[in-house]
């Protein structure tokens, strides 16, 4: 079994459209967590739940919605889709928020036409 | 306010020299330092962790880095590289529990035959 699974794996949609990522980890971690790759591989933390309660929630526009229906899942939720949506999109958990490591998702690669 | 800073942002070697890849950071309290490996298309994976105790900390596929308090330095090596060990490498840096983990930058390593 995957440890953090997320999906889709890969997604191309027109601008202004809606689109989700799901994730899941069957880790029993508290924390889960939503980062943006960009182009540059620069990693960007975007939001944190721990025991499905927001703890981080950086500078991200807010067409961005996370969803955390109990602490083995964080979904997230992109409105109105930009060309500058396009990413790939990692989900991680975490036993508890900043400890022990962090263990990743394959990722969703996001290409907005 | 934590940071990490990467020095050198495409790092190449000939297989079997010796993989030196740079990592400084800023922490107000002790912190815990990671070295994370990310393939071509795959989500990241942890290489090697230090939190308390030895400040050699061995990791897998060889990887070791030396955590020192008067540099604030954490940098990988690796004695010899194998071509295998083309990927990326994020230096990263929590300040324990309760806070968020921070990311490096990430250096390209490119290993010549």
């Known amino acids: 079994d995957t440890a953090v699974s997320q999906t889709p794996k890969y997604l191309v949609t027109q601008m202004g459209n809606d689109k989700s990522i799901k994730c899941e980890q069957n880790?029993?971690?508290?924390?889960m967590y939503w980062y943006k790759q960009d182009s540059k591989k620069f990693l960007k933390i975007m939001f944190s739940?721990?025991?499905?309660?927001?703890?981080i929630n950086e500078t991200v526009p807010n067409r961005f919605s996370p969803k955390s229906p109990d602490k083995a899942h964080l979904n997230l939720h992109i409105n109105s889709l930009e060309l500058g949506d396009s990413a790939v999109y990692f989900c991680?958990?975490?036993?508890?928020?900043?400890?022990?490591?962090?263990?990743f998702g394959e990722g969703s690669r996001l290409t907005v036409l | 306010a934590q940071s990490v800073t990467q020095l050198g942002s495409h790092v190449s070697v000939s297989e079997g020299a010796l993989v030196l890849l740079r990592c400084n950071y800023s922490?107000?309290?002790?912190?815990?330092l990671f070295w994370y490996v990310q393939y071509p298309n795959q989500g990241l994976q942890l290489l090697l962790k230090?939190?308390?105790?030895?400040?050699l900390v061995k990791g897998i596929n060889g990887f070791e880095a030396e955590f020192k308090k008067s540099e604030t330095s954490f940098h990988l090596t690796k004695p010899s590289a194998h071509m295998s060990d083309a990927a990326e490498y994020f230096c990263?840096?929590?300040?324990?529990?309760?806070?968020?983990?921070?990311f490096g930058t990430g250096t390209s390593l490119t290993v010549i035959p």
């Open positions: 991680a958990s975490s036993l508890a928020p900043g400890t022990g490591e962090l263990f």
């Open positions: 922490s107000s309290v002790p912190p815990y």
């Open positions: 990263a840096v929590s300040e324990g529990t309760g806070n968020q983990f921070y």
């Open positions: 739940y721990n025991n499905k309660e927001l703890i």
């Open positions: 880790l029993g971690h508290d924390t």
């Open positions: 230090y939190t308390t105790g030895a400040t």
